[in-house]
């Protein structure tokens, strides 16, 4: 599986954006996906997922109730909805595949991941 991200860019606190990614390859309807974020010098950082058995969404404290993860399996690709962002939302964003463990927050159970999309929350 080969996974695509996009819709990085420069935005205002307070702003909206949405990330998409793409998968290619074969299909991601029964596999978990998550995003995740890195600043530099730092690891990559849970965002959310969505765990493929039951589609509930976890969220980071830092995001819940700001971010929305979705998916559309018939077009195999996942969503990643901002508002109100800060600019501590600044980072380096990923989407991840996982096949076969089940999902989940730890980064390292993500087998397929995408290339990062830029986002900077800045006046």
Do not use: H
Not at 12 to 39: D, E, K, M, N, Y
């Amino acid at each position: 599986v080969q996974l695509q991200a996009s819709g990085g860019g420069l935005v205002q606190p307070g702003g909206s954006l949405r990330l998409s990614c793409t998968a290619s390859g074969g299909t991601i309807s029964r596999s978990s996906v998550a995003w995740f974020r890195q600043t530099p010098g730092n690891e990559r950082r849970f965002v959310a997922a969505v765990r493929w058995r039951n589609s509930i969404a976890d969220y980071a404290d830092s995001v819940k109730g700001r971010f929305t993860l979705s998916r559309d399996n018939a077009k195999n690709m996942v969503y990643l909805q901002m508002d109100n962002l800060k600019p501590e939302d600044t980072a380096l964003y990923y989407c991840a595949v996982d096949d076969r463990y089940g999902g989940g927050s730890a980064w390292g159970i993500y087998a397929y991941w995408g290339q990062g999309t830029l986002v900077t929350v800045s006046s």
